[in-house]
Structures are given as C-alpha cells and as structure tokens.
C-alpha cells in the first residue's frame, strides 16, 4: 500500500479564517513533506518532517504553520493568508529514516485551495 | 537555479503519435524518478531509476537513465488521450537532496 490520504479535497476560505489541511500515512514512512503547486508548475517544497520534528523550512511565511503530531499524521494550519496562496496543496511521504531528502516520494491527491 | 530542466516544456500530439520527453541536468543524480500528474491530482510515481544506462519499460513507457546519471528520457509509444497529464521528473543527487524537473505537460488528441 503507497497511499497518501489528504483531507478536505477542496477548500475555500477568506482571508480572515483559520483552516487546517490534514495528511495521514500507514506506510511506516519517517519523513513527511508538505509542497505547494500551482497550475502546470512543479510542486515546491515548504516543509519537511523527519521523525516527527521540522528539519526543513524553506522560507515559508508564518501564517503556514506546520505540524506533526505522530509519524502518520501531518497537519498544516491556515491563518489569514492571501488570494495569491491559492494553490494546489500537496503532502508526501518517504521512508528516509535520516531526515535528508534522499528518497522516493509518494504524493497525496492534494487539497485545492481557493483564498478569496 | 533548477537543477533538473525538462523538454519540451508543452506537448500537443494525435492518438496514436509516438513522443520523447527529455529531463536534463548538468549535475549527477544518485536516482531519477518519473511522475504522472493529473488536473487536480497529486503526482503518481511511474518509475524509479538509480543505475546509468538502466532502461526500463512499463507498457507503452520506457524510461532511460543516461550512462553518466545526468539525464533521463521517456518515451511514450502511441499516445493514447488517457497519457494526458503533466510529466516531472525528480531526482536525488549526490548530496541527497532531491529536485523536481521544471515539467512537462501533455495533451493527446483523439
């Protein structure tokens, strides 16, 4: 079994909301990723989790807070963010045990969000 | 600086056309994955490649590995409207971190 589960499938919030985005694995995978996509473009990388802790954070403004509550889950919170945040929200998961990014990636269906 | 550039950038053939796309890199990837990714769905692994010269066939898809680990192709024989999507290709290089390719997308006309 590779499957990624991502919940809700759509989403649409203001700007003044507090959304969360949930992604869950049963595949023992130790490293989780959240990416960002816009339309036709690759997916680019916001965070990463290894063994539960952030070992990744590629500049992403604070109003995305990550979190992991146990190695099969992996959250993202929403707060007031911008219509320029609309974007395919996609989670990953990879066995890598050591936390680098050295691994195949199995994706999520992802969550499309719409920010008016 | 993207590591991985991939081409062509957009691909518009019949059914039944055969295609080659190509993901490039001047850097030594450690292993070169392929993805297929529908509108609206999150990419779907095709194949993982980590030997050079390795080629690898999955029905009408073959996927090479070039000799020095730099650069990859897939070639789709007789495209069929179901191949439709946006082709990535990732890699993991020598440093272990790993990239996406800029991507490619598809349209197979019936």
Known sequence: DTEVTQTPKHLVMGMTNKKSLKCEQHMGHRAMYWYKQKAKKPPELMFVYSYEKLSINESVPSRFSPECPNSSLLNLHLHALQPEDSALYLCASSLTPSGVIGDTQYFGPGTRLTVL | ?110
């Open chain 2, 1 to 110: 600086t993207q590591l991985l550039e991939q081409s062509p950038q957009f691909l518009s053939i019949q059914e039944g056309e055969n295609l080659t796309v190509y993901c490039n890199s001047s850097s030594v990837f450690s292993s070169l994955q392929w993805y297929r990714q529908e509108p609206g769905e999150g990419p779907v692994l095709l194949v993982t490649v980590v030997t050079g010269g390795e080629v690898k066939k999955l029905k009408r898809l073959t996927f090479q590995f070039g000799d020095a680990r730099k650069d990859s192709s897939l070639h789709i024989t007789a495209a069929q409207p179901g191949d439709t999507g946006l082709y990535l290709c990732a890699g993991v290089d020598t440093g272990n971190q790993f990239y996406f390719g800029t991507g490619t997308s598809l349209t197979v006309i019936p």
